[in-house]
């Protein structure tokens, strides 16, 4: 059995739970966050749970985030070899000053220091391991 909601077909399951379409889940966050609807109103109207509402909120705002930002999150970096460097900072094989003894990788409120003589290898190790995280 099914019943219609918006033009989606919204079907259940064998225990009687409803099978929400993907498509109608989009189409309800989309009106809470562009009409600014109250989720419980919403869920009120189409016969769903606020939980379920809710679910589809966060996947749309997680989209909508990744559809501004595409480049977001962590990138891989290589260090080369070069004879020359940018104004003010040592060139390959030179000591690193006091001041800039660290790596600093500031993401959201997290800030992460790793020490500024570390090897490309172990470098490279360590930003992989983020990017699993």
């Known amino acids: 059995m099914s019943r ?3 033009g989606f077909a919204v079907t259940r399951s064998k225990s009687g739970r409803n099978i929400w379409p993907p498509e109608l889940k ?3 966050a989309r009106r809470v966050l562009d009409e600014g609807l109250p989720p419980a109103d919403l869920a009120r109207e189409i016969g769903a749970n606020d939980c379920m509402l809710r679910d589809g909120l966060k996947d749309e705002r997680v989209r909508r ?5 595409p480049s977001a999150g962590f ?3 290589t260090v080369g070899d070069t004879e020359t460097s940018a104004p003010g900072l040592p060139r390959s094989g030179e000591p690193v000053p006091d001041q800039a003894a660290t790596i600093a990788i500031s993401i959201g409120d997290v800030r992460i220091e790793v020490p500024a003589d570390l090897d490309e290898g172990t470098l490279s190790k360590f930003i992989r391991a983020l990017r699993a995280a």
Do not use: F, K, Q
Request: hydrophobic share 50%.
């Open 4 to 6: 219609t909601v918006w």
């Open 26 to 28: 989009r189409e309800a």
């Open 65 to 69: 985030a990744s559809v501004r930002h």
């Open 75 to 77: 990138a891989e970096v």
